[in-house]
């Protein structure tokens, strides 16, 4: 009889508000841990530029998301600036049961979901240095409008206040020193 255990895999979940950084510290986390496996989120919100399906998301029809949370697909989801955003559990948990380090890069109210399902995951919240640095990294993308903006920095408020509900809160305000940091957790949560 085999007596060595089977050593289940850890889920680290990288959320905050938006234009904080999570996409940019996820793919330099990525590109420097071979180990560290990338959890594809689902939405129905259309592709940005550069974004590709099965890569970045995995990007549905708002009917074919509806079918999937009608059969239970999801771990979690939740609408996000009228778009809706989620976790497929069978390609997670096959991640988790092969022992595999995954990271999940999603919106606070997608975290506390995933927490209460799964306890043994570590929830990371990223913060702006300032308000102020939020906002010039929003309008950096060219990708919003004033009234979208408008409802993104509200949204970011509310979000901020959630930051108390995560394991570690990250300033992100070096990239560098941002991605040390969480490599650390990673690796004190192993």
Request: overall charge positive.
């Amino acid at each position: 009889m085999n007596t060595q255990q089977i050593k289940k895999g850890k889920l680290f979940v990288i959320s905050g508000p938006s234009g904080v950084g999570k996409g940019t510290v996820a793919k330099k986390l990525l590109a420097r841990d071979s180990n560290l496996i990338w959890s594809i989120s689902s939405t129905t919100r259309p592709p940005r530029t550069g974004e590709k399906n099965g890569k970045d998301y995995f990007f549905f029809s708002a009917e074919t998301f509806d079918q999937k949370i009608a059969q239970g697909d999801f771990l979690e989801w939740a609408i996000v600036h009228g778009y809706k955003y989620g976790t497929e559990k069978a390609p997670l948990e096959k991640l988790l049961n092969l022992g595999k380090k995954v990271l999940l890069e999603i919106d606070v109210q997608g975290a506390q979901q995933i927490k209460e399902s799964l306890k043994a995951c570590i929830l990371i919240f990223l913060i702006p240095p300032s308000l102020e640095e939020l906002i010039n990294r929003l309008k950096g993308r060219n990708s919003e409008t004033e009234e979208t903006l408008k409802t993104r920095l509200e949204t970011a408020k509310k979000e901020l206040e959630q930051k108390e509900n995560y394991d570690y809160i990250v300033v992100n305000n070096n990239l560098n020193d941002t991605i040390t940091h969480i490599e650390k957790i990673i690796k004190d949560n192993l």
